[in-house]
């Protein structure tokens, strides 16, 4: 079947305030337009997930993009790992330097509440980007991708891939509490059942975000379940080591992957034909709107308490016209 039909872009609308209101519909906190005069400190400071990774840097470069339009400065840090105990100590350490407000990626939707709390008690505005707390008493602003969608789109996806043919399906998540991915699983979970009666799936499993568990968690589902048909994998690293297990059991194009992400490799992978297709974010525009709503919120002005972000599906056969949505690796 030809990958076209697989097209579905949920761009339309592109930044859609996701308490149902549309861009410039005023659903929001703060006092309107405040005409007071210019804060003092000017300082953004983001936070990331883990280092050098392509979803990360290119909200950076969103994120530093729309700062500089707006005349603050922004400095960004990052733990090696996606992992609160890593994550925490750089946020605690922030209370020093008292930014006008954090930027952060929660690794952890509990452990990371308390370091978050104490900075927002100091005054710093706290704006949520990419993952969130469960706690939602203490962002101004969340803005990320709708997952839950997202997950359903790999869903349906899979559905169209497999053509009707019956078979199981393998989920792999990340890390437990990552509440992005969490989301995804979830979401590609119950629209299986709806759009794919005919696939099972054999349930989520975890990877700790590491490429080489993700390799072989499908390595292992490949010798226990002869009749694996496809896996979803819920980001980039699952994504990747999945890759790497099908290609190492010689399974690539049997077993129908479809991915989270638009890193280089995946991106790679599509066009090998390691992926069948990828569901792409649009991580400059989660920095962008970060930056917005942290200096809407500086200034006293209207900030929007949910924002969800553009995805994309992308084949192999119309990623090249949606080039926009692959991932960088520096600004
Ligand atoms: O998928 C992205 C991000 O949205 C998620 O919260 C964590 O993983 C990534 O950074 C990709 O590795």
Same mark, same amino acid.
């Given at each position: 079947?030809?990958?076209?039909?697989?097209?579905?872009?949920?761009?339309?609308?592109?930044?859609?305030?996701?308490?149902?209101?549309?861009?410039?519909?005023?659903?929001?906190?703060?006092?309107?337009? +405040?005409?007071? &005069?210019?804060?003092?400190?000017?300082?953004?400071?983001?936070?990331?997930?883990?280092? /050098?990774?392509?979803?990360?840097?290119?909200?950076?470069?969103?994120?530093? @993009?729309?700062?500089?339009?707006?005349?603050?400065?922004?400095?960004?840090?990052?733990?090696?790992?996606?992992?609160?105990? !890593?994550? @925490?100590?750089?946020?605690? @350490?922030?209370?020093? =330097?008292?930014?006008?407000? !954090?930027?952060?990626?929660?690794?952890?939707?509990?452990?990371?509440?308390?370091?978050?709390?104490?900075?927002?008690?100091?005054?710093?505005?706290?704006?949520?980007?990419?993952?969130?707390?469960?706690?939602?008493?203490?962002?101004?602003?969340?803005?990320?991708?709708?997952?839950?969608?997202?997950?359903?789109? &790999?869903?349906?996806?899979?559905?169209?891939?497999?053509?009707?043919?019956?078979?199981? #399906?393998?989920?792999?998540?990340?890390?437990?509490?990552?509440?992005?991915?969490? &989301?995804?699983? =979830?979401?590609?979970?119950?629209?299986? =059942?709806?759009?794919?009666?005919?696939?099972?799936?054999?349930? #989520?499993?975890?990877?700790?975000?590491?490429? +080489?568990?993700?390799?072989?968690?499908?390595?292992?589902?490949? +010798?226990?379940?002869?009749?694996?048909?496809?896996?979803?994998?819920?980001?980039?690293?699952?994504?990747?080591?999945?890759?790497?297990?099908?290609?190492?059991?010689?399974?690539?194009?049997?077993?129908?992957?479809?991915?989270?992400?638009?890193? $280089?490799?995946? #991106?790679?992978?599509?066009?090998?034909?390691?992926?069948?297709?990828?569901?792409?974010?649009? $991580?400059?525009?989660?920095?962008?709107?970060?930056?917005?709503?942290?200096?809407? @919120?500086?200034?006293?002005?209207?900030?929007?308490? /949910?924002?969800?972000?553009?995805?994309?599906?992308?084949?192999?056969?119309?990623?090249?016209?949606?080039?926009?949505?692959?991932? =960088?690796?520096?600004?």
């Amino acid at each position: 079947m030809s990958t076209k039909t697989l097209v579905v872009v949920l761009a339309a609308g592109a930044l859609v305030a996701a308490c149902g209101g549309q861009i410039g519909q005023n659903n929001s906190s703060g006092g309107g337009q +405040s005409s007071a &005069a210019a804060p003092a400190n000017k300082n953004l400071e983001l936070v990331v997930g883990v280092k /050098n990774e392509p979803f990360y840097i290119s909200m950076q470069c969103g994120a530093e @993009a729309a700062a500089k339009e707006a005349g603050y400065t922004i400095t960004t840090q990052a733990p090696d790992k996606f992992d609160p105990t !890593l994550q @925490a100590p750089i946020v605690t @350490a922030l209370g020093a =330097k008292k930014p006008a407000a !954090l930027l952060i990626a929660p690794t952890d939707d509990k452990t990371m509440a308390p370091q978050m709390k104490q900075i927002k008690d100091m005054g710093v505005k706290v704006i949520e980007v990419d993952t969130a707390l469960q706690d939602t008493s203490v962002a101004a602003s969340s803005i990320s991708s709708d997952n839950t969608q997202g997950g359903q789109l &790999a869903a349906q996806t899979m559905a169209k891939l497999t053509s009707g043919k019956s078979g199981s #399906v393998l989920v792999l998540d990340t890390k437990a509490g990552t509440s992005t991915t969490a &989301a995804r699983a =979830k979401g590609f979970e119950e629209e299986l =059942k709806k759009s794919a009666p005919n696939l099972k799936s054999i349930g #989520v499993q975890f990877t700790e975000n590491e490429p +080489s568990v993700a390799a072989q968690k499908v390595t292992a589902a490949i +010798s226990s379940t002869p009749d694996l048909i496809g896996v979803f994998a819920t980001n980039l690293n699952t994504g990747e080591g999945a890759a790497t297990g099908l290609r190492s059991a010689g399974k690539v194009g049997q077993v129908q992957l479809v991915g989270f992400d638009a890193s $280089p490799s995946e #991106v790679e992978g599509l066009r090998a034909g390691a992926f069948q297709a990828l569901i792409a974010q649009d $991580p400059a525009t989660i920095g962008k709107a970060g930056v917005q709503q942290a200096i809407a @919120a500086i200034e006293g002005k209207s900030v929007q308490r /949910n924002i969800s972000a553009p995805l994309v599906a992308l084949t192999k056969d119309d990623m090249d016209q949606k080039a926009e949505f692959f991932y =960088k690796t520096k600004c």
